[in-house]
């Protein structure tokens, strides 16, 4: 079946701009994960979604940064005011649900560049 | 707060041989331990987890992982390595806090299979 999905695999935008990213996470999973990946990082996580609240934010670095799941499927990471330091492999992933034993699937990344 | 060390940067290997990829980790409580496996510009894929039970865990693409409580470690193995196997690998473990829905990553090991 399909898997997780990002758009758009890569952004390159100027410091100062808004940039949306979108995830639609695999079929019938409940929750939701974004991670950001800087260069030669492991992934960091950043916010995950239980349906469609954020149930842990405490990621997010600053409140530049935004997230949504409006309806409990795709998500919509949001960045105000990009500064350089943004500049990352933002990661998507999702589970079945939210027990210990649920396994989170990633998706391909977004590759966002700020100039 | 949970963690997880990758103390390789780069594992090389050359292809027939066995491999180890090397993993230790630190948890207040049981520990839930995942390997993933990034290949050059695409997402996470799952490889094995450890949750409770046999040490011994066995996973996709012939790759097994051994958990020592004594030595906290979840040393990624494979008896016979392929060059189709070279890629980035990632130990990581389940954080309790804030919901425990989140995944701590290490920063990641290089494995090169050499003809």
């Known amino acids: 079946g399909a898997g997780v999905s990002q758009t758009p695999s890569n952004k390159v935008t100027e410091k100062g701009k808004y940039v949306e990213l979108r995830c639609d996470p695999i079929?019938?999973?409940?929750?939701l994960y974004w991670y950001r990946q800087s260069l030669g990082q492991g992934p960091e996580f950043l916010i995950y979604?239980?349906?469609?609240?954020?149930?842990?934010d405490s990621g997010l670095p600053n409140d530049r940064f935004f997230a949504v799941r409006p309806e409990g499927s795709v998500s919509t990471l949001k960045i105000q005011r990009t500064e350089r330091g943004d500049s990352a492999v933002y990661l998507c992933?999702?589970?079945?649900?939210?027990?210990?034993?649920?396994?989170?699937?990633f998706g391909p990344g977004t590759r966002l560049t700020v100039l | 707060a949970q963690s997880v060390a990758q103390p390789e940067d780069q594992v090389n290997v050359a292809e027939g041989n066995p491999l180890t990829v090397k993993c230790t980790y630190s948890v207040s409580g049981n520990p839930y331990l995942f390997w993933y496996v990034q290949y050059p510009n695409r997402g996470l894929q799952f490889l094995l987890k450890y949750i409770t039970g046999d040490n011994l865990v066995k996973g996709s693409y012939g790759f097994e992982a051994e958990f020592n409580k004594s030595q906290t470690s979840f040393h990624l193995k494979k008896p016979s390595a392929l060059v189709s196997d070279s890629a980035l690998y990632f130990c990581a473990v389940r954080d309790l806090t804030g919901g425990g829905n989140k995944l701590t990553f290490g920063t990641g090991t290089q494995l090169k299979v050499e003809l």
């Open positions: 079929s019938g999973h409940t929750a």
């Open positions: 979604f239980q349906g469609t609240g954020a149930a842990d």
């Open positions: 992933a999702s589970s079945l649900g939210t027990g210990l034993t649920d396994t989170q699937y």
